[in-house]
Structure formats: structure tokens, C-alpha cells
């Protein structure tokens, strides 16, 4: 039996997900077809039911529809209420359901790379729907604070209002440092980045893009030159969602190793 799978984002000619799962499945021996679907918003709803209409088994939802993609589904689990974005859709019951796996996959990969966020102080920049997916994980991990910086101010507002250890950026003295850097901003695929300040910096910073691959380096090249050692793109928090993904989907867990 064949299960057809998924990506559904704009772009996607990128992605590393149909490898990933293609190893996956080869550990359980199941036979898969990962198709990558490139997607305008105003095509989103009528791709994904044509899809599973046609006997979709399941699919990942990319940027810049992991909130839209919201209301294609028949119920959300707790986790994509949670977040206010989907990342994974998945048939039960005869019924589409949306998770979201982001989260859980970023701790995941912070965990093995022995990045602790106890009491540290975080700033994401960015206030779309792969932040808005890792926000509860990232209050979770009980860290100091969270602020956002968002070039649309209102959007940064909204996630703020998540939980009382968030903030928006504009909100307190700019000239605070932090611990770990988080870009949430998809503009690295067109080879920017979002500007860090110094005075953000302290030593041991650490620069984390959600991106992989080329579409992380604007960002982390920028880290680097100002002078913080430890960056990483977000190739390990693919695999580690992804596994989780594949997980709901099958209900068994790949190994990553």
C-alpha cells in the first residue's frame, strides 16, 4: 500500500521533508509518495481538500499558511488551538484534524543540541505563524522573559498578550541583552536579514533561525559578524517535527539517529 503525503507552502521546491520522511518510513518499511505543493493562499482550502479527497493520508503545512490553513480543518488539536497555527494535517475518524508539532520539535532540538532556556532571556523576531506555533513551547521552558520585535507592531502585540512573561520589543529599554536570538522571519529565501543590534549581544549569545540551509544564512552570517560563536539554522527542529509528524500519521516514532 502506498500513502501519499504532502507539503503544502509557498515556496517549497526547497524542502528537505520528502527525504526526511522517505528515511522515516524506510525504518517501519512502509511505502510513501511525498509530493511538495507550491500554493497560492486564494488556492490553499480547494489543494488540500483535493488532496485528501483523492486519498491523502496526510500532509505539512509551510509558511505562509500555517494560519490560514486553520480553517480547512475540521477540528484542531489542543496544541494548534494553543499555538494558533498548523503544521500538520491528518485524517480521524473520517475527519481533517490540524496540529502543530512546531514546538515540541524546537525543545526537542534545543534539548540535543544542550540548549537550556530555564531562565534565560529570549527575543523572537518575527510575529507570523511559525512563531506564533513555538510560543506556548517556549513559555513551557519557563524561561526569564520573551520579548518580540515585529516590523507590524500590532502583530507583535497579539502574541505578547499570550502569556505575562511576554513582551514587545518596543515595550522595554532597548539596550537589554539576550540570551538567545530567535528569527521567526521567513525573508531570508529572498537573502536578508532582520537587523540585530549590538546592544542586544552579550558573549555567550545564542542566534537561532527557524529557517535551514540557504535561507538561514543572511541571518546567521549577520550573527556571526558581530561576533556570537554558537548559531544554528533550523535543520534540527525540521527532523524533530518532522518526526512527530510522521509519528501522528503512523503512529510510530522514527528514530532520528
Same mark, same amino acid.
Given at each position: 500500500?502506498?500513502?501519499?503525503?504532502?507539503?503544502?507552502?509557498?515556496?517549497?521546491?526547497?524542502?528537505?521533508?520528502?527525504?526526511?520522511?522517505?528515511?522515516?518510513?524506510?525504518?517501519?518499511?512502509?511505502?510513501?509518495?511525498?509530493?511538495?505543493?507550491?500554493?497560492?493562499?486564494?488556492?490553499?482550502?480547494?489543494?488540500?481538500?483535493?488532496?485528501?479527497?483523492?486519498?491523502?493520508?496526510?500532509?505539512?503545512?509551510?509558511?505562509?499558511?500555517?494560519?490560514?490553513?486553520?480553517?480547512?480543518?475540521?477540528?484542531?488539536?489542543?496544541?494548534?488551538?494553543?499555538?494558533?497555527?498548523?503544521?500538520?494535517?491528518?485524517?480521524?475518524?473520517?475527519?481533517?484534524?490540524?496540529?502543530?508539532?512546531?514546538?515540541?520539535?524546537? =525543545? $526537542? @532540538?534545543?534539548?540535543?543540541?544542550?540548549?537550556?532556556?530555564?531562565?534565560?532571556?529570549?527575543?523572537? !523576531? +518575527?510575529?507570523? /505563524?511559525?512563531?506564533?506555533?513555538?510560543?506556548?513551547?517556549?513559555?513551557?521552558?519557563?524561561?526569564?522573559?520573551?520579548?518580540?520585535?515585529?516590523?507590524?507592531?500590532?502583530?507583535?502585540?497579539?502574541?505578547?498578550?499570550?502569556?505575562?512573561?511576554?513582551?514587545? =520589543? $518596543? @515595550?522595554?529599554?532597548?539596550?537589554?541583552?539576550?540570551?538567545?536570538?530567535?528569527?521567526?522571519?521567513? !525573508? +531570508?529565501?529572498? /537573502?536578508?536579514?532582520?537587523?540585530?543590534?549590538?546592544?542586544?549581544?552579550?558573549?555567550?549569545?545564542?542566534?537561532?533561525?527557524?529557517?535551514?540551509?540557504?535561507?538561514?544564512?543572511?541571518?546567521?552570517?549577520?550573527?556571526?559578524?558581530?561576533?556570537?560563536?554558537?548559531?544554528? @539554522?533550523?535543520?534540527?527542529?525540521?527532523?524533530?517535527?518532522?518526526?512527530?509528524?510522521?509519528?501522528?500519521?503512523?503512529?510510530?516514532?522514527?528514530?532520528?539517529?
Amino acid at each position: 500500500m502506498i500513502y501519499p503525503l504532502a507539503l503544502f507552502g509557498h515556496p517549497v521546491k526547497h524542502s528537505l521533508s520528502p527525504q526526511i520522511h522517505q528515511a522515516f518510513a524506510r525504518q517501519f518499511d512502509l511505502d510513501i509518495q511525498y509530493q511538495l505543493i507550491d500554493v497560492s493562499s486564494d488556492k490553499l482550502h480547494q489543494r488540500v481538500h483535493q488532496f485528501f479527497a483523492q486519498g491523502g493520508h496526510g500532509a505539512n503545512i509551510t509558511v505562509p499558511h500555517k494560519q490560514a490553513v486553520m480553517a480547512v480543518a475540521d477540528h484542531l488539536t489542543e496544541r494548534a488551538q494553543q499555538a494558533g497555527a498548523v503544521n500538520t494535517l491528518f485524517i480521524k475518524n473520517q475527519q481533517l484534524w490540524g496540529d502543530n508539532t512546531d514546538g515540541e520539535g524546537l =525543545l $526537542n @532540538d534545543f534539548k540535543e543540541k544542550h540548549i537550556n532556556l530555564a531562565n534565560q532571556r529570549i527575543l523572537i !523576531i +518575527g510575529a507570523g /505563524g511559525a512563531v506564533q506555533g513555538i510560543l506556548p513551547n517556549l513559555v513551557k521552558s519557563q524561561p526569564e522573559s520573551i520579548h518580540i520585535n515585529n516590523r507590524t507592531r500590532s502583530k507583535a502585540d497579539v502574541l505578547a498578550q499570550f502569556s505575562t512573561l511576554c513582551y514587545v =520589543l $518596543n @515595550d522595554i529599554d532597548t539596550s537589554t541583552t539576550f540570551d538567545v536570538i530567535i528569527n521567526g522571519t521567513s !525573508i +531570508g529565501h529572498q /537573502g536578508n536579514s532582520p537587523e540585530i543590534k549590538p546592544q542586544w549581544l552579550h558573549p555567550n549569545t545564542i542566534a537561532y533561525d527557524l529557517s535551514y540551509g540557504t535561507a538561514a544564512e543572511p541571518f546567521l552570517n549577520k550573527a556571526k559578524s558581530l561576533g556570537i560563536q554558537q548559531t544554528h @539554522d533550523g535543520l534540527g527542529m525540521l527532523h524533530h517535527q518532522a518526526a512527530l509528524s510522521f509519528q501522528r500519521w503512523f503512529g510510530k516514532k522514527p528514530c532520528l539517529d
